[in-house]
């Protein structure tokens, strides 16, 4: 599936329709190869050097589209196992949470970069990172598509 490619551009007024329904979905670093996975009992989104399973679990997600577009997909991002969502908590934290598909702080905007997948968040400003083991967000007004940090593979 192709979508609006290149940086985030804040103010931009891009009209393509990039709606995003992916299931089973492994999300890992394209810094340092860490997937993205969630526990059953805690809210904390955490990261590990594991590959890809072969059923759902805490290590796959959903992604899918919960806002209009605005040149790129707005998009949430859900746990297969858990069903929770990664929720920005402040311009540098993340948390899973129940899921809204109306809370700004659950919606991100989806980009493909040179670096790969990146998510950044309007409603704090940020960027989502990864901190070998425990993703964060980077505060910016847009990601940086040169960041490796910021580049997601979605597989």
Known sequence: ??????????GGTGTANASVNWDFKFIQ???DGYGLYNNYGSYVLQSALTQKPTSPSINTWRIVS???DTGYPNVQIRNDATGRCVRAMSSSSV???SCDSKDPYEIWAMTDSPVGYQFFNFGVR????????????????????????????VR
């Open 1 to 10: 599936m192709a979508f609006a490619a290149g940086a985030l551009v804040l």
């Open 95 to 97: 948390q899973m949470k």
């Open 66 to 68: 919960v806002a209009p």
């Open 126 to 153: 940020s960027c989502l990172d990864e901190g070998n083991g425990r993703p964060y967000l980077f505060h910016e007004e847009g990601c940086n598509p040169g960041n490796r940090y910021q580049g997601w593979a």
């Open 29 to 31: 670093s394209n810094h």
